[in-house]
């Protein structure tokens, strides 16, 4: 089981940078993947960026290039660098952990990210 806290959503501008950071209860080292989705109003939640136990990376088009998904072990932390915002990035952005031989998933509350001039 794991508890997981995003924080760093906000608003921001077109073209603008945030960083969003996902804080777990515990060591993430042996996680099968941690990751980022997002929903938008009146849209279904999707992946924007995951990163599994080796380092492999996995992102959604619509953000390649634009954003980067990173972990620090010690910190226990998943981050998402997110750069050249757009307002179609707009969204509640919710942290995932994928744990175990049953890949159990685990969410965290979110956090908005407003994308607006």
């Known amino acids: 089981q794991v508890q997981l806290v995003e924080s760093g959503g906000g608003l921001v501008q077109p073209g603008g940078s945030l960083r969003l950071s996902c804080a777990a209860s515990?060591?993430?080292?042996?996680?099968?993947?941690m990751g980022w989705y997002r929903q938008a109003p009146g849209k279904q939640r999707e992946l924007v960026a995951a990163?599994?136990?080796?380092?492999?990376?996995n992102y959604a088009d619509s953000v390649k290039g634009r954003f980067t998904i990173s972990r620090d072990n010690a910190k226990n932390t998943v981050y998402l660098q997110m750069n050249s915002l757009k307002p179609e990035d707009t969204a509640v952005y919710y942290c995932?952990?994928?744990?175990?031989?049953?890949?159990?998933?685990?969410w965290g509350r979110g956090t908005s990210v407003t994308v607006s001039s």
């Open positions: 995932n952990a994928d744990i175990g031989l049953s890949r159990l998933q685990y």
């Open positions: 515990r060591n993430i080292f042996s996680i099968n993947a």
């Open positions: 990163i599994t136990s080796v380092g492999t990376t």
